[in-house]
Every structure is written in structure tokens, then in C-alpha cells.
């Protein structure tokens, strides 16, 4: 069985229809239940149960101990801070599943269907809205219109309204991160040749443009630019970036040396 040892920063004692659980929020943010109040309230083996979870690739997995406070025994005797094995609240469905009901005493068939059905959800809800029992009573009195009831409802529904906003507010946040971070590109002059570059670029253009309209008899400007812009993947010669500078200007000077002993630059 994997050894491995979480802190606990937080649990809560759930009341499950008469029997005491641990649940434990772990340092990794996650909630695990104790496993040997578990095999208590069934009546089944702890020893049995641990390692059936070892033999199992996925209970195993999220199988862990940390120090928790467990409750005494109904003696009063046993009690205090002590290590204990913890599963992860989302394995538990996984775990009771595996537990047949054919093979536990009829006394007790009853109480693995409940566990299965509901225990998970319930210890999970502990540390979402402060709901520390599964007793059916609790929700016949959300139902009663009286100022308590009514009272946690609002503040219930206000939770989850402040935590959709969260929500939100987190998206938005990351998208004007994004925003920003796409207006630093797009204005960022430095990526592309300077005012004077851009015309000693220009001027270059327009000297070749000349020595060929004197031969052609056609105004060759356009052509020019066409073959500049073709040669850099630009639409303008203003978008030239500023690290092809050198390479655009050297081409610019062999194609106007070739017409002329002038050089542009």
C-alpha cells in the first residue's frame, strides 16, 4: 500500500443517520474521510478493508494518512490526535461498491445502501456549506417557511452568487491578461524599422523605380515595392521588421548598382 502523508488543515465531524465520520481538507486542497470510522459504522473489517484498497490500483492511489482528531469510543475511553488512513472523498462511491451487500449482516444491508448512495456526497458538502449531517429532518425544516429557514436560503444563495462572480471575475481577469498581452504585440514599434529606416527604404524604392521607368518608359514604383514586399512576406515597407533591415537595404543597393554606379545609401 502506497505510504503517504498529508497535512490536514481542516475536518469536520459529519453525522451520517446516528454514526460519527471524519472528513479532512488536506493540504493538497482535497477531502478525504477516515477510513476506520468507516469500517466501524458497517461493521466490517478494518484490516480486511485496508487492504483490499492496497490491491486496488485506483483506491490505492488516492489512499493517504495524516494526523486527525477522532472522537472517543462510546466508553469514553481512546480518543486525541492520532495517525489514521484517509481516502479520498471521491473514491468512496468506488470503494463501497466494491463491498457487496450480500455479505454483510442483515442488519446492517441497510445502512451500506445509504452509505453508497449518499455518504460521499455528504462529506463533501461539510466543507462547501457547512452541512455536517444527512439527517432528513434538515431538509424537511429548509422546506418550513419559518425566518431561520429562510435566512439560510438567502445566505446560501448569496454564497453561490459570490462564488459565480469569483468565477467570472477570474475568466475576465484572464482574458484582459490575454487582451493586454495582444496590444503589447500589435503596438510594440520596436518589432518593426524605425521612421528613418522606413525612409531610407522608401527613398531606395523610389531611385530604382526611376532607373528602370528610364528604360521602360512605364512608371515602375509599383513593381518596385511588389518585389520588395514579395521578397520579406510585407505589405508595406513600413512593416518591415526591424531585424530584416539590414538585409532589405543590402537588396535594395545590389538591385540599384546593377542599374547605376549610385548608391542610395
Known amino acids: 500500500m502506497t ?3 498529508l497535512q490536514v488543515i481542516d475536518q469536520r465531524m459529519v453525522t451520517f443517520y446516528g454514526d460519527t465520520l471524519v472528513a479532512a481538507r488536506a493540504a493538497d486542497g482535497r477531502i478525504y474521510v477516515a477510513l ?3 469500517c466501524d459504522a458497517l461493521g466490517i473489517s478494518r484490516y480486511s478493508q485496508r487492504r483490499r484498497i ?3 490500483a485506483v483506491l490505492n492511489e488516492g ?4 494526523d486527525i482528531e477522532t472522537p472517543p469510543a462510546p466508553d469514553g475511553r481512546g480518543g486525541g490526535t492520532q495517525s489514521a488512513g484517509l481516502l479520498r472523498v471521491d473514491l468512496v462511491p468506488l470503494w463501497l461498491a466494491g463491498i457487496q451487500v450480500a455479505r454483510v449482516s442483515d442488519d446492517i444491508k441497510d445502512k451500506l445502501i445509504r452509505f453508497q448512495k449518499e455518504a460521499a456526497t455528504v462529506l463533501w458538502e461539510a466543507f462547501q456549506d457547512g452541512r455536517l449531517t444527512a439527517a432528513n429532518d434538515f431538509n424537511e425544516l429548509l422546506k418550513a417557511d419559518s425566518p431561520a429557514a429562510q435566512a439560510y436560503l ?3 444563495a448569496v454564497m453561490q452568487m459570490a462564488h459565480n462572480q469569483l468565477l ?3 475568466r475576465m481577469d484572464t482574458l484582459e491578461q490575454r487582451m493586454e498581452g495582444l496590444e503589447a504585440v500589435v503596438m510594440d514599434d520596436s518589432r518593426h524599422i524605425s521612421t528613418d529606416q522606413a ?3 522608401s527613398q531606395a524604392v523610389k531611385l530604382i523605380a526611376l532607373e528602370l521607368s528610364k528604360r521602360s518608359g512605364r512608371n515602375e514604383y509599383g513593381g518596385v515595392y511588389g518585389e520588395l514586399y514579395r521578397k520579406f512576406g510585407i505589405t508595406s515597407y513600413k512593416e518591415l521588421p526591424a531585424d530584416k533591415y539590414e538585409a532589405a537595404a543590402a537588396f535594395l543597393k545590389e538591385w540599384h548598382q546593377s542599374l547605376t554606379d549610385d548608391s542610395p545609401f
Not at 63 to 66: A, I, L, S, W
Open 3 to 5: 505510504d503517504t502523508s
Open 36 to 38: 476506520n470510522q468507516m
Open 54 to 56: 492496497g490491491d486496488h
Open 63 to 66: 489512499y493517504v494518512t495524516g
Open 154 to 156: 438567502m445566505a446560501r
Open 168 to 170: 467570472i471575475e477570474g
Open 199 to 201: 525612409s531610407r527604404i
